[in-house]
T-cell receptor
Framework: DADVTQTPRNRITKTGKRIMLECSQT?????MYWYRQDPGLGLRLIYY???????NKGEISDGYSVSRQAQAKFSLSLESAIPNQTALYFC?????????????FGPGTRLTVL | GDSVTQMEGPVTLSEEAFLTINCTYT??????LFWYVQYPGEGLQLLLK?????DKGSNKGFEATYRKETTSFHLEKGSVQVSDSAVYFC????????????FGTGTSLTVIP
């Protein structure tokens, strides 16, 4: 079984709808991240969480919110989806370690907002 | 702030050709450097990493050396295969910034038989 799973894998929705993307991990890592990937822009950090009680905004948090329900679960919500939020979304986890932190990615969720 | 710049693609090579994908970085301290690979329809996978200057990361025939003097971490492979076709991302992580990751924009590689 995959260590980092994301649901759904694909989603098509309409402008104005509320959408939740879910991420679960079995790696036992405290740190979890949400990124979006757009062609030519690479990966951009939306939110990250270093433990259950810690939530931090990333580079592009506007229009998104997150919830860290447990160590293993980190959800991303779009309160009112808009077309420019059409992208590939990745969840990732990591363990802290000075100079050696490595991120482990889920398979991604392809979101299309019409 | 921290950032990563990598060569733009797409790159198209014939099988068994030599590959170089350039990556340079800007960091305030002493980052760890990474190459991730994304195969079609999949998430990113760690390809290799180096945690200090002059370290060489290697995996699956790919290599990259952490060059502090030129702030570079170029990815190389002596003989590419069709199965190496993917998007390659250079990234850095720095203790000073809470181990946040900064990714380059990705370089798409296509290897033709």
């Amino acid at each position: 079984d995959a260590d980092v799973t994301q649901t759904p894998r694909n989603r098509i929705t309409k402008t104005g709808k509320r959408i939740m993307l879910e991420c679960s991990q079995t790696k036992g890592h405290d740190r979890m991240y949400w990124y979006r990937q757009d062609p030519g822009l690479g990966l951009r950090l939306i939110y990250y969480s270093f433990d259950v009680k810690d939530i931090n905004k990333g580079e592009i948090s506007d229009g998104y919110s997150v919830s860290r329900q447990a160590q293993a679960k980190f959800s991303l919500s779009l309160e009112s989806a808009i077309p420019n939020q059409t992208a590939l979304y990745f969840c990732a986890t990591s363990e802290p370690g000075q100079g050696s932190d490595t991120q482990y990615f889920g398979p991604g969720t392809r979101l299309t907002v019409l | 702030g921290d950032s990563v710049t990598q060569m733009e693609g797409p790159v198209t090579l014939s099988e068994e050709a030599f590959l170089t994908i350039n990556c340079t970085y800007t960091a305030t301290g002493y980052p760890s450097l990474f190459w991730y690979v994304q195969y079609p329809g999949e998430g990113l996978q760690l390809l290799l990493k180096a945690t200090k200057a002059d370290d060489k990361g290697s995996n699956k025939g790919f290599e990259a050396t952490y060059r502090k003097e030129t702030t570079s971490f170029h990815l190389e492979k002596g003989s590419v295969q069709v199965s190496d076709s993917a998007v390659y991302f250079c990234a850095l992580s720095e203790w000073n910034t809470g181990n946040q990751f900064y990714f380059g924009t990705g370089t798409s590689l296509t290897v033709i038989p």
